[in-house]
């Protein structure tokens, strides 16, 4: 965490600008990204593992049907309403890195070394662990159908799951695109066969839990500190929605791609989710949803009979695709740290003739193995959804901020305040009571993310270092690289990551 990297990426931004002024196109971002490849980013980064896992979640605190719904519906909207806001954003401060960026130009250093700290630290890894035990819990279940597969043969499944897929990300980035364009029509096929099916048990009459005088009979008391949860839950599934702000820079027209794309995805995963959500109730009743460890594969057991076995396998595609593009994508999001100066200079090196970042994402894959200590994935669902949403409406206010630091900056796209405000109050209510409800899980999060403050100090703020700190880092990036089995590496700058890490 030393200067260099600040400094390197002034000598990449040079290169940039000479680019620019000779007409070269060798180093600046390639703007490939339509309309049609941005919807795909949002809707293939949103359906993952969430609509697996999370409709357990949400009905078991939301306490009723009827609820439960309501809660899928107003998180779309409330989703959407968010990714509106970071749309201004987005093309206000046109830079890699989505709300990382956004927060560091905006609230200074230590607030954007904090958000990256966290994504780090807990975001990524615990995304990553929930679908890789998502996906060994779809494997596993049909192996085990009177009872729960076991909780050491759920962890030591994903964590083979992490390690072959992190194997195959730093082998190649195309084996590593190959197995997300592969493994995407397993989500695509497990969604049309529970919508499908649902549409034809509403056909048959099956919509008992549907109609208004049972949707909303309560299973159990209602709690707004639950229902925040369920909101929580919800708000996992509908998680990777600002994923096109962190590609930005490759978006053609984004001016008006980025909005367009907003307006038709969100909308579309919030219909697949509300209807796959009403799908599962046409089958399942409120306590079989919630005595269903995997709620789809006791959906398709219900309706598909010998050919149940299709739920589990799709299942398992997309979850497996889904911890593929985690760990493809995380990799940007330390691009965007290094060239800051806010990571050390090991996790931002790629191997010369693989052209992959071995180092970040043997961290991640590290890292997230660590989560997996807890087969508990609704626990781990309520530690990120909390993390994520404050820094969501953290930098949601710094929309608000920069309007009255900076009115006359140029914003290509300008919503009205009303829609942050709506935002942010969504925001406090649903934190206050997360915080209520959970006050161990949250206050872990908030504590992991101040351990932040003390490495950023020392790391970044602190330029003046001791000669034997230098040389501690040095050596450490040193036995780093020993370690990842290569001397070929080179440190990913901003103009090396432009015209590498994009070639394939």
């Known amino acids: 965490m030393t200067d260099g990297p600040r400094q390197r990426s002034s000598t990449a931004g040079s290169a ?60 779309g909207v409330i989703t959407a309403i968010g990714a509106l806001c970071y749309a201004e954003l987005g093309v206000t401060i046109p830079k890699s890195g989505g709300d990382y960026s ?6 200074g250093g230590l607030a954007g070394f904090l958000r990256l700290w966290i994504a780090v630290l807990v975001i990524y890894p615990t995304n990553q662990a929930v679908i890789a035990l998502t996906f060994s819990n779809y494997v596993l279940q049909p192996l085990f159908p009177t009872c729960f597969p076991p909780e050491n043969g759920l962890r030591l499944l994903a ?22 364009d592969i493994f995407t029509a397993g989500k695509l096929l497990a969604l049309a066969l529970i919508i499908i099916m649902g549409i034809v048990q509403i056909c048959k009459g099956e919509y008992y839990w549907l109609e208004p005088a049972n949707a909303f009979e309560p299973f159990q ?24 702000n962190y590609v930005t820079e490759e978006l053609v027209d984004p001016y008006v791609n980025l909005p367009r794309a907003i307006f038709i995805s969100i909308p579309l995963v919030t219909f697949v989710y509300v209807f796959a959500n009403i799908a599962y109730v046409t089958a399942m009743s409120p306590p079989e949803l919630l005595a269903s460890n995997a709620v789809a594969v006791t959906f398709g057991e219900k309706l598909l009979g010998v050919m149940s076995w299709i739920m589990p396998i799709s299942v398992a595609l997309s979850t497996f695709g889904g911890v593929n593009g985690s760990l493809f994508t995380s990799s940007r999001l330390f691009f965007a740290g290094a060239r800051e100066g806010h990571l050390p200079s090991l996790l931002a090196m790629i191997h010369v003739k693989r052209c992959t970042p071995i180092p970040a994402l043997l961290f991640t894959c590290l890292s997230t193995l660590l989560m997996l200590c807890t087969s508990d994935m609704y626990t781990l669902i309520n530690y990120v959804g909390f993390i994520n949403y404050l820094f969501y409406g953290v930098t949601v206010a710094g929309q608000i901020v920069l309007r009255f630091k900076q009115p006359n900056i140029h914003r290509p796209i300008k919503v009205s305040l ?13 934190l206050i009571f997360s915080l209520y409800s959970e006050p161990v899980v949250c206050g872990i999060g908030l504590a992991i993310m101040l351990t932040g403050v003390p490495v950023y100090f020392l790391g970044v703020y602190w330029d003046n270092k001791p000669q034997c700190f230098d040389a501690f880092v040095g050596k450490f990036a040193y036995r780093g690289q020993l370690f990842s089995l290569t001397m070929k590496w080179r440190l990913l700058s901003e103009s090396h ?8």
């Open 159 to 180: 964590a083979v799951c992490l390690l072959l897929l992190t194997w195959v990300n730093c082998s190649s980035v195309r084996w590593a695109t190959r197995v997300q």
């Open 221 to 244: 008391d209602y709690d707004v500190g639950l229902i925040a949860l369920a909101f929580l839950q919800g708000s996992f599934a509908y998680g990777g929605w600002n994923f096109l």
């Open 16 to 75: 940039k600008d000479g680019d620019k002024e000779s007409g070269g196109g060798g180093v600046a971002l390639k703007k490939e990204i339509g309309l049609v490849s941005a919807c795909g980013i949002i809707v293939g980064n949103i359906i993952g593992s969430g609509i697996f896992v999370s409709p357990k979640g949400v009905m078991e605190n939301a306490s009723s049907v009827g609820v439960a719904l309501i809660v899928w519906i107003v998180t």
């Open 102 to 107: 956004y927060v560091k130009d905006i609230f």
């Open 497 to 504: 990551f432009k015209k590498i890490t994009f070639k394939d």
């Open 418 to 430: 009303i829609w942050p405000v709506i935002y942010l109050i969504f925001w406090a209510f649903l």
